[in-house]
């Protein structure tokens, strides 16, 4: 245009502005929709860190009583000399099956709680950018350490209280 100011038309005017138009109406919708999905994410990554955390707490108490109603069903015939009896063996049978249904159970709640946990952690990495995703994860991995030596001290104490 600046060579031959001739060519610049009406129509050359009107296409030059509709492709100005176009392509800032790209530029601000790629801006908005990328400012809508921060915002989302925003207000949805606490919630999604803190239903993991809140998981992981679950998992570990249906762990935790899982073990403690298997501790508690191996100690009951021990406690109860009476069941070793011949003829208390139905009763030995149907605690021992009610015990192990129990104790089953009880990991299977634990097993579904792991995949939500994953569930949720898929999520998060999907959806976190930069700094935020490294404190998210490092909440979650101190929880989980805190949660396993809570675990393993208690394995610990009902193993002290077997001897």
């Known amino acids: 245009m600046a060579f031959k100011?001739?060519?610049?038309?009406?129509i050359v005017d009107t296409m030059f502005s509709v492709l100005l138009f176009l392509l800032a109406y790209w530029i601000?919708?790629?801006?908005?929709?990328?400012?809508?999905?921060?915002?989302?994410?925003?207000?949805?990554?606490?919630?999604?860190?803190?239903?993991?955390?809140?998981?992981m707490t679950l998992h570990t108490n249906v762990v935790r009583f899982s073990s403690t109603?298997?501790?508690?069903?191996?100690?009951?015939?021990c406690e109860m000399p009476e069941l070793?009896?011949?003829?208390?063996?139905?009763?030995r049978v149907k605690m021992k099956t009610e015990c192990e249904a129990s104790g089953q159970r009880l990991d299977d709640i634990a097993n579904q709680l792991e995949?939500?946990?994953?569930?949720?952690?898929?999520?998060?990495?999907?959806?976190?950018v930069g700094e935020e995703c490294s404190r998210i994860?490092?909440?979650?991995?101190?929880?989980?350490?805190?949660?396993?030596e809570?675990?393993?001290?208690d394995a610990r104490i009902a193993e002290a209280r077997k001897e």
């Not at 995949?115 to 976190?128: G, K, L, M, Y």
Request: net charge negative; with cysteine; proline share 4%.
């Open 28 to 55: 601000g919708n790629k801006q908005e929709t990328e400012k809508a999905r921060q915002q989302a994410n925003d207000r949805w990554l606490p919630q999604a860190e803190s239903v993991i955390l809140r998981l």
């Open 84 to 91: 070793q009896d011949e003829k208390m063996k139905a009763v």
């Open 137 to 148: 994860f490092e909440a979650l991995e101190q929880r989980r350490r805190r949660l396993e």
């Open 69 to 77: 109603t298997k501790t508690s069903c191996d100690s009951s015939q």
């Open 5 to 10: 100011p001739a060519d610049y038309t009406p």
């Open 150 to 153: 809570a675990l393993d001290n």
């Open 115 to 128: 995949d939500a946990i994953e569930d949720w952690r898929r999520f998060v990495s999907a959806n976190c």
